[in-house]
């Protein structure tokens, strides 16, 4: 008899479930060469032009701290789990700035789960993804489906 | 009499609206340097790993993909308007993957425009940001909330 695979499946999840994990030091050379690459808006390049905008000073790009949350969950989560992908976010906000010296961190709160009607393989764990700040403020919350094997 | 502003302000939007712009090539250089960094599943760093995968190739992060997104958005439609930011998407689909070698454009559909009712200086405009690949599929679906300057 082969033991069961330690990776959480789709079985494994449970409504209400909660995972803490992630320790991201947020730099401000890391805000600037994003930002150059790929949203070059003032606001995330230049300490003046943050203040004078509705940030209220130099902050990261709402898809950097995406970014940033996604490699905490691959970091904390995904290597844990028989993940077979993402097909999205169902929702996403960026509830406050994300500065210089920030420290970030994860919470994934399981929300509902639901077998694929289409591939008997896998099933869908709908999770609430909250970064915080070391302030104890909600960053950024995605509302996401993850895709998770079932166990054969 | 000061001529109006060219940038385009809230009144400026209206449903139905389209804007199409962007061109943006795809290497699997920055594929793998992004996943490396933000999103480091095997799918997005091997082709084997990738072959396996529900992807069938290797294949750039989702979030990745919102961010060149981004880049395109920024550069043929964010400088041309009097844009106070975002402040997230209400939904985000990853349709196709996309690979080394692809081309990128967007369409941005305006669905709805809506007055603050806290702030008398800015409104929502709702888009539909589609980013479609150069087999003309879309690659891409955000739906999302832009926060523009009303006119004085």
Same sequence: chains 1, 2.
Wanted: hydrophobic share 45%.
């Amino acid at each position: 008899m082969t033991a069961p695979s330690p990776l959480l499946h789709f079985e494994d999840f449970h409504p209400g479930q909660t995972f803490v994990f992630g320790h991201y030091a947020v730099s401000r050379e890391e805000i600037v060469e994003f930002a150059g690459e790929f949203d070059p808006q003032p606001h995330h390049l230049d300490d003046d032009a943050g203040k004078r905008s509705l940030l209220g000073g130099l902050a990261a790009s709402g898809w950097h701290v995406c970014a940033m949350a996604m490699r905490m969950v691959v970091d904390g989560l995904i290597v844990k789990a028989a993940n077979r992908g993402g097909v999205g976010a169902d929702e996403c906000r960026w509830m406050k700035p994300v500065r210089p010296g920030d420290i970030l961190r994860v919470e994934v709160e399981v929300l509902e789960t639901r077998a694929s009607t289409s591939r008997s393989d896998i099933g869908f764990v709908h999770v609430a993804c909250r970064i915080f700040n070391q302030r104890e403020q909600v960053a950024l919350l995605a509302m996401t489906p993850i895709l998770a094997r079932r166990r054969a």
